[in-house]
């Protein structure tokens, strides 16, 4: 672990809802090119940690961030960061697919046209590059200027993941992604992701330890606002260290 | 008077089904009818009330509709001819209504509605938009005069009483450009930003679009409501009689509510000229009724076109 290289640096962040602390101290690295999952039952804090990573939760108001959140080194929420900038290179994928009401193509162009891409040929390759990756454009390449309301969810969710990395971010937020999804729909956007972490880091937020599992490289377990356990998935699943991750696993298979 | 009549009755109906020692159930049953029954009256009241008026004026004033009504100017002290300077003022004046009220009204409520941090500010701003809506239209009419026309030097204009109207009309549009900015899902919002675009961008391009429809529908409800009015306009530039249209925006206009008002209470035979007076109640319903069909259609067609 110690020679694989760190995209985010977490340090002792606390987070807060108005007077209501969500987030104690956690601190985590997130490594370049790994699947990194996020489990812990309802409420306990993953899904707003990871909105912390991308500054998503500065557009709740009456919320407050203590710590750091190193991106390459360089601190997140240091005053002066472009935060538009910021989510550039951090992508986000939400829970309920959530396609804009245009054509396949245009919500996929979406980005790059608003940060500047007019030529009609780089948007026709940025399209069609980012739907291959998002293993969507040989389902639907022959209807790309039809509305984007009209695919199935599986597929809108796939066409969100397309959308974000069409702006060529660097790390992908997945915050439960598949849990609006049916089985089949769930198992082509797992597979998608253990292709695309060749070229992206990515964290995900997953209700199903299954599924963190079967997907990702690192697991960290939180548990009511702070984090309890991190490490490599298949040691956390098989020899946790600490009895609230072992009683929070076994619980559920068991 | 009537409904109190009529709840009185029911009072006493259901009363006494419960001394004849009805089964419970049976005597919710029948307030229940007698509760629909009310409902379902209340609705119709509004259609029949529709229906009358419009009867009344179509019955007294399509006699006198004729091509030469709709485009001649009035004649003999307004006992012949047409009104259409009135429909043209009209148009005119509601023209700079929309000029006024729809951009201010939208970028209010871009700014109270995506920028504004819910805090006192904000509920004053929001309860003054309140209160504004309730402001009577002749304190408009007042103000109008002593802002634009005294005031900035406008004088007694189609400009000033477009500004006057734009004004009253504001708390509407500000209201109906809120609530259509409200139901645009939050999703379109976090999506794009999520992809690192400002958040004017944003709104320029994932949230307005999608509100227009209820923008317009709103705007449009609003502008025919100020095409009706007669107070704003009255001190501010509504002319007693003009033969030719408004050359300019300093210009004096003549307008269908004015117009109405000087037939059917100034004019000096107004037993002659009340046919006239029906038929231009008639135009400017018509207009009106136009104006609101157009919102209607607007939010038919986005409905269709979206899902």
């Avoid at chain 1, 009209?150 to 790390?171: F, M, Y």
């Avoid at chain 1, 956390?236 to 076994?250: G, H, M, R, S």
Wanted: glycine share 8%; net charge neutral.
């Amino acid at each position: 672990m110690a020679n694989e290289q760190i995209k985010l640096m977490i340090e002792d962040l606390d987070f807060y809802y108005g007077d209501f602390q969500v987030l104690e101290g956690v601190s985590l690295k997130i490594l370049v090119n790994k699947v990194t999952a996020l489990i812990g039952p309802s409420g306990c804090g993953k899904s707003t940690f990871l909105r912390t990573l991308n500054r998503m939760n500065d557009l709740i108001e009456g919320t407050k961030v203590d710590g750091k959140v190193l991106l390459d080194g360089q601190d997140i929420y240091d005053k002066g960061v472009d935060v538009v900038g910021l989510r550039k290179k951090i992508g986000m994928v939400f829970q309920e697919p959530n396609p804009f009401p245009k054509s396949i193509y245009e919500n996929v162009a979406y980005g790059p046209r608003a940060h500047g891409i007019k030529d009609k040929d780089e948007l026709d390759h940025i399209v069609e590059d980012s739907l291959k990756k998002a293993a969507l454009w040989d389902e639907i390449n022959d209807r790309l200027d039809q509305s984007a309301m009209g695919i199935s969810g599986g597929q809108q969710q796939r066409l969100c993941i397309a959308r974000a990395l069409a702006v060529n971010p660097d790390i992908l937020l997945m915050d439960e992604p598949t849990s609006a999804l049916d089985p089949i729909a769930t198992a082509k956007i797992e597979d998608l992701i253990e292709n695309l972490k060749e070229d992206y880091t990515i964290v995900i937020v997953t209700h199903s330890m299954q599924q963190a599992a079967r997907i990702s490289d690192y697991t960290s377990f939180f548990l009511m606002g702070e984090m309890i356990e991190y490490g490599l998935t298949d040691k956390l699943f098989e020899k946790p260290e600490y009895k609230k991750t072992e009683d929070y696993i076994t619980g559920r298979f068991g | 008077m009537e409904k109190s009549e009529v709840n009185q009755d029911i009072n006493q109906q259901v009363e006494k089904e419960v001394n004849v020692g009805q089964v419970k159930m049976g005597s919710n049953d029948l307030k229940q009818k007698i509760g629909f029954a009310i409902l379902r009256l209340s609705s119709w009241i509004m259609l029949i009330i529709l229906a009358v008026i419009l009867y009344d004026i179509i019955t007294k004033g399509i006699g006198v509709i004729n091509l030469e009504f709709l485009t001649q100017s009035p004649r003999r002290g307004m006992t012949e001819g047409g009104i259409w300077p009135a429909i043209m003022g009209t148009v005119f004046v509601t023209m700079i209504t929309a000029i006024v009220s729809l951009p201010v009204g939208v970028f209010a409520a871009i700014y109270l509605n995506e920028y504004a941090r819910k805090g006192k500010i904000t509920r004053l701003i929001r309860m003054a938009i309140r209160n504004l809506a309730g402001v009577p239209s002749i304190v408009y009419g007042l103000f109008g005069l002593a802002l634009f026309v005294s005031g900035l030097g406008l004088g007694r204009s189609i400009l000033s009483a477009g500004l006057t109207l734009g004004l009253m009309t504001l708390p509407v549009t500000i209201t109906a450009s809120e609530e259509a900015l409200k139901a645009v899902p939050n999703s379109y919002r976090q999506g794009s930003l999520a992809l690192g675009v400002s958040k004017w961008y944003s709104i320029r391009t994932n949230v307005l679009p999608y509100a227009i429809p209820g923008i317009l529908t709103g705007g449009i409800l609003g502008l025919s409501r100020a095409a009706g009015e007669t107070a704003p306009i009255l001190f501010t530039g509504a002319a007693f009689s003009l033969p030719r249209l408004p050359s300019s925006l300093s210009s004096q206009f003549m307008a269908l509510p004015y117009h109405l008002y000087i037939l059917s209470t100034q004019h000096h035979s107004i037993e002659k000229v009340r046919p006239i007076a029906y038929g231009t109640a008639l135009v400017l319903i018509t207009l009106v009724l136009i104006m609101n069909l157009g919102a209607i259609l607007i939010r038919a067609k986005f409905r269709n076109s979206d899902r």
